[in-house]
């Protein structure tokens, strides 16, 4: 399985983006696609994930923010993120567990004030 984001860029507080994940391979469940994020200097943190029973976990502080959705005829997740704020400035990456982890390379998102 290959992961491969983009879509990030330099945005202002307020605005909105939207990433895409686009995944290759066989054998997968694309509803297991992960978003993840990495702010500079800090952890990588959970943005959103599918838990039991389809549910789904957002990260705290991106809860009615950003949306995570699916195109299967594509092979793609998409990660919509609204009302951004420069707390939101990360490296963002699209995550699989399928057997093993699989990262795909992260795209920059920068918000400014």
């Known amino acids: 399985v290959q992961l491969q984001a983009s879509g990030g860029g330099v945005v202002q507080a307020g605005g909105s983006l939207r990433l895409s994940c686009a995944a290759s391979?066989?054998?997968?469940?694309?509803?297991?696609i992960a978003w993840y994020r990495q702010p500079p200097g800090k952890q990588r943190e959970l943005v959103v994930a599918m838990r039991g029973g389809g549910r789904m976990d957002y990260g705290d502080s991106v809860k009615g923010r950003f949306t995570i959705s699916r195109d299967s005829a594509k092979n793609t997740v998409y990660l919509q993120m609204n009302n951004l704020k420069p707390e939101d400035t990360a490296v963002y990456y699209c995550?699989?567990?399928?057997?093993?982890?699989?990262w795909g390379k992260g795209t920059q998102v920068t918000v400014s004030s």
């Open positions: 995550y699989l567990n399928w057997g093993m982890d699989y």
């Open positions: 391979g066989s054998n997968f469940n694309l509803n297991a």
